[in-house]
């Protein structure tokens, strides 16, 4: 319960606005994109709508994915490589701090939007500080949770989100409907939980958020059984 609270999400003056479609893809983000010009999005799959509302804001998308041959569709402010996010450079992986180096080093007003299914835990351990301080709003989605009721998997997660949580504020949950929830002791863990954070430079003003699902939320997977967020998560 004291890493739950640890996630508590907060409603800041920035309302959270829905970016790409509803369903699977869609991110609620924090209403603070003015002079973000770029974002990175590794994990590209099968959709690229997340990117392409980005592109009619003029935000330039960054995408990595080994898996795959290119984005689902085009746009000049699409740029692809054929490289999966990962802890060290080669010819089929790519650090987040080298991508991030090569394209925008001086730019502290970035937007990261990470689903790689599992590979978040290595990157955020990897990755230096100075690095997730130049993204101004993060989307990352986390798998595995239901196994912090192993005492060395709840420490180790713990050490992730020291390292994210200095700098930055929960501002949305969203667990993610195909998997459910998992119970145990009263506990209903999502075991993959999309979390955005706000910087906390960005933020003057901060309460409990309350209201869950938010109006703008959609369920992933839309013909999946609804799992809101647990009341444990923001009550409390």
Known sequence: MKFIKRLKPYATEHPLIRVGPNFDGGYLLPDDLGGIRSCYSPGVGGSSSFELDL???GIRSYMADASVNGPAAQHPLFSFEKKFLGTQD?????????????????????ILQMDIEGGEYPVIDSTPE???????????????????????NLDSINVFF???????????LHPNNYEGGFVKDGIN??????????????????????????????????HVTHFPLPAEWYRD
């Open 130 to 152: 100075e690095v997730f301080s130049k993204f101004r709003i993060m989307n990352i989605e986390f798998h595995y949770l239901h196994f912090i009721w192993n005492r060395k």
């Open 189 to 222: 863990i999502p075991p993959v939980l999309e979390i955005t954070f706000l910087r906390n430079d960005r933020i003057k003003q901060k309460s409990p958020a309350q209201v869950f699902p938010h109006p703008l939320d959609s369920d992933n997977g839309p």
């Open 55 to 57: 592109a009619k804001r």
């Open 90 to 110: 080669s010819a089929d992986y790519t650090t987040l701090a080298s991508w991030v180096n090569r394209y925008t080093p001086t730019d502290y007003n970035l």
């Open 162 to 172: 020291d390292k994210l949580l200095k700098n930055f504020t929960v501002v949305h």
